[in-house]
């Protein structure tokens, strides 16, 4: 099965997938803290890490509809999330910087899973002495995501050849 959002490394040829993992999940990373320490009255540093990450989008050549699509589908856990602050006080302003922040962390790591081979993450993060057990933990739970939607798609085409109906 190739799942183009489980898998969703296009290689390119691109300054940014010309970058070492090392570096991609690095500036990944440290973009991530940074939004998240950012105070919430920052809406420029917003702004620009916007235009930082479109920039990059940019350079990466990935088409955007599969990047926008990717996104689509990560955001709405985003949303729940910002949701629950609705229910605090000031939590419209509350729900609107939540918002912003996670989907502008969100839209950086859709960008660096887009330009990263997976493999090469797990690589990166053995060398970067990451506990193994985490790391072997990723690179088998990546396997087996694979092996459970085959299996799935086997597991339906056999309902769908024994039945007569659509349920």
């Known amino acids: 099965m190739t799942h183009r959002l489980l898998s969703p490394s296009q290689h390119r040829d691109s300054p940014i997938h010309r970058l070492g993992t090392g570096t991609k999940l690095g500036a990944a990373l440290a973009f991530v803290f940074?939004?998240?320490?950012?105070?919430?009255?920052?809406?420029?540093?917003?702004?620009?890490?916007?235009?930082?990450?479109?920039?990059?989008?940019?350079?990466?050549?990935?088409?955007?509809?599969?990047?926008?699509?990717?996104?689509?589908?990560?955001?709405?856990?985003?949303?729940?999330?910002?949701?629950?602050?609705?229910?605090?006080?000031?939590?419209?302003?509350?729900?609107t910087t939540l918002l912003a922040r996670s989907t502008l962390c969100l839209f950086c790591m859709v960008l660096l899973a887009g330009t990263t081979r997976f493999t090469d993450l797990l690589q990166t993060l053995r060398r970067a002495h990451f506990p193994s057990l985490l790391v072997t933990t990723l690179a088998l739970m990546h396997r087996y995501i694979f092996l459970l939607g085959d299996e799935m798609g086997r597991l339906l085409r056999a309902r769908r050849s024994r039945t007569f109906s659509r349920n």
């Open 34 to 95: 940074a939004m998240v320490l950012l105070p919430s009255s920052a809406w420029p540093t917003y702004a620009l890490g916007g235009v930082v990450l479109l920039l990059v989008a940019a350079l990466s050549r990935l088409p955007a509809r599969e990047l926008v699509r990717k996104l689509l589908w990560v955001e709405p856990f985003a949303v729940g999330v910002a949701l629950l602050s609705l229910l605090q006080r000031n939590g419209i302003y509350i729900f």
